[in-house]
Structure formats: C-alpha cells, structure tokens
C-alpha cells in the first residue's frame, strides 16, 4: 500500500562550499539521503546518480524481503554506473557517494546504508541513531579507543570505510528492517547536520511537533548557525500523525535536481592560497575512500597523537603541581611573618604564624613563653587571649604582653593605721 504519512527533503549548499554535492529524495515510499565525493566534480555527478538509481525503487512492494533485495540491486547498479562515468570521464575518477534510504512496506521500513549520512528516529520522546558511521573514528569508537566527543572533533572523521564508489562494484550495504508506528518521526541527513548539530539538539527541534517542512527548517537554521561547513541535506519523514497527508509526489533536492545533461564543471583556480582560502577549502573533498595501506599509516598516526596527548596532559598536570607547590611555599613563608598572642595550657605565649591549621600541617610555632598566668589575668583578658590577639609585629607582640602582665600583677596591699592609745582626762582636784 502507499505510506501514509507526511514528508519533507531540502538541501543547502552550507557556508564554505562553493557547489552542493548532496543529494536527497522524499515520494510516496522511498526517501533517500546521497552526500557525494570526489572533489568539486565528481561528488555531485556521484550522488546524482545514485538518486537516479533509487528513484525507481518508489513503489509498492509486497514484502520486505522484496524491498531489501530490490535495494540491494539498485546500489550495486549504481555502483557500476559510478565506475563507467569515471572510465568515460577521466576527471571524475575517485567519485563515490554514501547512501541511507528507507523504503516503507506496510507497517515496516527497510533500511539500507553505507557510509556515514545518517538515520535517526524520534519515538517516545527519545532520538535514536539507528544506522552506524561507516567510519574510521567509528571503529576507534567501537573499540573503545576514543570517545564519541572526541571522534566529533577527531581529525580523520571523514575517512570512510565502506562508500559507494567507483572503486567497487559490489557494495556491501548494511540492510534492515524496523516495525513503524503512527507518531514516529524519521530522519534522514547527511554529515553537514548531524557533524554540526548535536544529538539533544536535533531532538530538540524534533519534540515541537511541527510540521516536517518547519522542523527541517529549524535544523536547517541550527547547522547554519553552527557555521555549516559542508553541504547540509534533510529528509523527513512522519508516519501518520496529526499533519497533513502528503500525496507521494516524489521531490528531488540537491545536485540530483540539476539537469544531469550539464557538463561538469571544473574546479576554479585560486589567484592566490593566503588570498581566498576559504574558497578553496570548499572545493576541497568532504570525504574520501583510503587505499589498504592508508589504514597502517592512519593507526600508527593515532597512536602517535595519542601518545603526544598523554605527554602533553603529563606535562600540564606537572606545571599544575609546581605551581600548587610554590604557591604553598609562598603562603607558608608569608604566614611565618605574621605573630599573635595566645594561650598555652595555663600561661600567656607569643607565636608565629597564623591560627588556622591546613590539616595535620601546623602553620604557627611557640615563640615565647611569656609566664603570664591565664589566672592572674581579668577574665575579659582571659577571654582575649584564649580567642587569640593579632600582632602587626614581633615588637606589637611584646608590647600587648607587657600590657597583660601589667594587669596581671596582684593588687598593692593598702597599709591599715595602728590605733591611737586614749589620753586619761585629768580630773579636777577638789576644791578644799
């Protein structure tokens, strides 16, 4: 039966390049996404003919083992087409391209892929990748050599395993098949989005519940405002859902929607390197297929680069110390120039240093032991000490333990006057 669902494919030539070398595909049950290779001529002439190749393949079909073998078929065509255009035309010899289609079978989709555009579906609130990178890094990924952020940033991400090339005429095709239900959402890109935009990101624009048009416009915009390096190329696909039913009307987008009759366009000499270095960087392939012995060569670079990443880790972790350590140093000879005046058991004492302790490390030392007593002193002086009394000095020091002995020294005793011996009063003698 004809998909029931909704659909959309658009294509931008990105910011840096100079031609589109994507090609994509949305009809009535195939949808295919094709990110060419090969230079500034061969990569659009390679997934235009793989679009022209899977293009037939939009029609019903009766079971999903049909759809796999009729998709494996039209690969291997078009892989024989890509190595007769290369004998034909000299100039494009080393063109490939990858390809991710889904064709939709009933409640089924039957998957085929090579290389490293990619398949997502949104289901449940959850973006998952169903296909796998046919990469370099993506085999370091699976060894667990690196990680997933590192093989974002990773320079040998490009370097494709398997493609659909000239070089080979029996591709090897990962092909699948996965239940659809009403509510999913399918997506289908090639590295220009999914190389810039992150997977929260994508499934952030995917969560809104827009229309397919309007959610591939926002991850349009996102890889545009992440710099879009490379050509950027979005199919996708609703099955059923609250939108709009398409009517199958197959659209082509990208290099395939070219006249396939135009020469091939070659590539522009730049008038100077350090002049427009920009321009030919765009024309300067975004993928490409190794020979054996690259692989060799690429492991040891690894290996290399990994190596100079712990040394250079090692070294900065040693810098770290050092510095740690002289910072200590010079925190510890700053607080041995500062005093204070505390107590020790039952007597006033002078110390250097500074009250708080780093752990078991004591940052004061006794300096004097002034043999005050703590008792002899009034108890708000008391208080004070046990609190602990800064000094500016090693002078300011004595001079506030001085002033504590003077209040420390008992009270003068007062004299008491002796009593006064009474003076008889004489009597008058009597009178004869």
Same mark, same amino acid.
């Given at each position: 039966m004809v998909f029931e669902g909704s659909s959309v494919a658009i294509s931008h030539t990105g910011k840096v390049r100079s031609n589109n070398q994507d090609s994509g595909y949305s009809g009535a049950n195939l949808f295919v996404v094709a990110d060419g290779m090969g230079g500034h001529a061969g990569g659009d002439v390679a997934s235009s003919i793989a679009i022209g190749r899977m293009k037939d393949l939009d029609q019903h079909y009766d079971s999903t083992d049909d759809a796999q073998a009729t998709l494996q078929a039209a690969a291997t065509t078009a892989a024989g087409d890509l190595v007769r255009a290369s004998k034909e035309r000299p100039e494009?010899?080393?063109?490939?391209?990858?390809?991710?289609?889904?064709?939709?079978?009933?409640?089924?989709?039957?998957?085929?892929?090579?290389?490293?555009?990619?398949?997502?579906?949104?289901?449940?609130?959850?973006?998952?990748?169903?296909?796998?990178?046919?990469?370099?890094?993506?085999?370091?990924?699976?060894?667990?050599?690196?990680?997933?952020?590192?093989?974002?940033?990773?320079?040998?991400?490009?370097?494709?395993?398997?493609?659909?090339?000239?070089?080979?005429? *029996?591709?090897?095709?990962?092909?699948?098949?996965?239940?659809?239900?009403?509510?999913?959402?399918?997506?289908?890109?090639?590295?220009?989005?999914?190389?810039?935009?992150?997977?929260?990101?994508?499934?952030?624009?995917?969560?809104?519940?827009?229309?397919?048009?309007?959610?591939?416009?926002?991850?349009?915009k996102q890889a545009l405002d992440g710099g879009a390096p490379d050509n950027v190329t979005v199919v996708l696909v609703d099955v059923g859902g609250a939108h709009p039913l398409s009517s199958g009307t197959p659209t082509v987008v990208g290099a395939a929607s070219n006249p396939t009759s135009l020469p091939v366009p070659a590539a522009r000499a730049s008038l100077s390197g350090w002049l427009h270095p920009v321009l030919q960087a765009a024309n300067e392939p975004s993928h490409f297929e190794p020979d054996s012995d690259y692989f060799e060569e690429i492991i040891e670079e690894d290996k290399r680069r990994r190596n100079r990443r712990r040394i250079a880790w090692l070294a900065a972790l040693v810098v770290v110390l050092l510095a740690l350590v002289g910072a200590g140093i010079l925190?510890?000879?700053?607080?041995?120039?500062?005093?204070?005046?505390?107590?020790?058991?039952?007597?006033?004492?002078?110390?250097?240093?500074?009250?708080?302790?780093?752990?078991?490390?004591?940052?004061?030392?006794?300096?004097?032991?002034?043999?005050?007593?703590?008792?002899?002193?009034?108890?708000?002086?008391?208080?004070?000490?046990?609190?602990?009394?800064?000094?500016?000095?090693? *002078?300011?020091?004595?001079?506030?333990?001085?002033?504590?002995?003077?209040?420390?020294?008992?009270?003068?005793?007062?004299?008491?006057?002796?009593?006064?011996?009474?003076?008889?009063?004489?009597?008058?003698?009597?009178?004869?």
């Open positions: 494009l010899a080393g063109l490939g391209t990858t390809l991710s289609a889904i064709i939709m079978v009933d409640d089924h989709a039957v998957i085929g892929h090579i290389g490293d555009s990619r398949i997502y579906l949104y289901r449940d609130d959850a973006l998952t990748q169903i296909t796998t990178d046919h990469t370099f890094v993506q085999r370091l990924v699976d060894s667990g050599r690196i990680t997933l952020e590192e093989a974002r940033y990773h320079p040998r991400r490009s370097v494709l395993m398997r493609v659909l090339s000239d070089m080979d005429i *029996a591709p090897d095709l990962d092909l699948f098949v996965m239940p659809t239900r009403p509510g999913d959402r399918w997506l289908l890109c090639s590295d220009g989005l999914s190389g810039v935009v992150d997977d929260v990101h994508i499934a952030k624009a995917m969560s809104h519940g827009l229309a397919p048009g309007r959610t591939a416009d926002i991850l349009l925190a510890y000879n700053w607080t041995q120039t500062r005093y204070f005046v505390g107590a020790d058991d039952d007597s006033v004492v002078i110390y250097r240093g500074v009250q708080q302790d780093l752990g078991p490390i004591k940052l004061s030392t006794e300096v004097k032991d002034t043999f005050i007593l703590l008792a002899d002193l009034p108890n708000y002086q008391r208080a004070s000490v046990e609190r602990t009394i800064n000094a500016r000095s090693y *002078a300011d020091a004595i001079a506030i333990t001085e002033r504590l002995r003077v209040s420390a020294l008992p009270p003068v005793p007062v004299p008491i006057p002796s009593p006064v011996p009474e003076t008889p009063t004489p009597t008058e003698a009597p009178t004869p």
